[in-house]
T-cell receptor, first 113, second 113 residues
């Protein structure tokens, strides 16, 4: 599978713990997005990178969340001091510039207990 | 920001019948409208998309129509098959900035054999 890949696929953590997810986009795509999807809802935009620069963050991204894309390739999303409300599917997506299509990874399902 | 509304939330059709899902959007700056199919526990998969300079696009049994004036777009699936059963999401994206997607709330389509 040469598409967008995410790791881990599932994560169960205790409230208050920190978690980190990884996303490897399609190699030639310079735009990378993080979305969050809760049960029965569509994905909601969290943040966006063009190459290594984080250019936009949504209001959903509280100060407990941080994302990086240090070399403009893979990205990490860290959630500090997790809360039960953070339980969701975290989806990564990538696209090329010039109006390319957006492709999603399989997501990381986070459960905070 | 952009607000995308999607109807119906659930849709059941007999195998072989057609299915239509409708979406409206609020931001006149949106110019790209993809549709994603998401099966349980899997990634959203792009099935068709349309840009604002086109009124209709067809790909085999799937078609999308766009009415820019009314700010609505629709997905049409003809000759439905059981494997079409999934949740379908419409989305809209602005031409400027991050080009992130704003999703509708999804339509659960069930095709009854």
């Amino acid at each position: 599978d040469t598409g967008v890949s995410q790791d881990p696929r599932h994560k169960i953590t205790k409230r208050g713990q920190n978690v980190t997810f990884r996303c490897d986009p399609i190699s030639e795509h310079n735009r990378l997005y993080w979305y969050r999807q809760t049960l029965g809802q569509g994905p909601e935009f969290l943040t966006y990178f063009q190459n290594e620069a984080q250019l936009e963050k949504s209001r959903l991204l509280s100060d407990r969340f941080s994302a990086e894309r240090p070399k403009g390739s893979f990205s990490t999303l860290e959630i500090q001091r997790t809360e039960q409300g953070d339980s969701a599917m975290y989806l990564c997506a990538s696209r090329s510039t010039g109006g390319g299509k957006t492709f999603f990874g399989q997501g990381t399902r986070l459960t905070v207990v | 920001g952009e607000n995308v509304e999607q109807h119906p939330s659930t849709l059941s059709v007999q195998e072989g019948d057609s299915a239509v899902i409708k979406c409206t959007y609020s931001d006149s700056a949106s110019n790209y409208f993809p549709w994603y199919k998401q099966e349980l526990g899997k990634r959203p998969q792009l099935i068709i998309d349309i840009r604002s300079n086109v009124g209709e696009k067809k790909d085999q049994r799937i078609a999308v129509t766009l009415n820019k004036t009314a700010k609505h777009f629709s997905l049409h699936i003809t000759e439905t098959q059981p494997e079409d059963s999934a949740v379908y999401f419409c989305a809209a994206s602005r031409r400027e900035g991050a080009n992130n997607l704003f999703f509708g709330t999804g339509t659960r389509l069930t095709v009854i054999p």
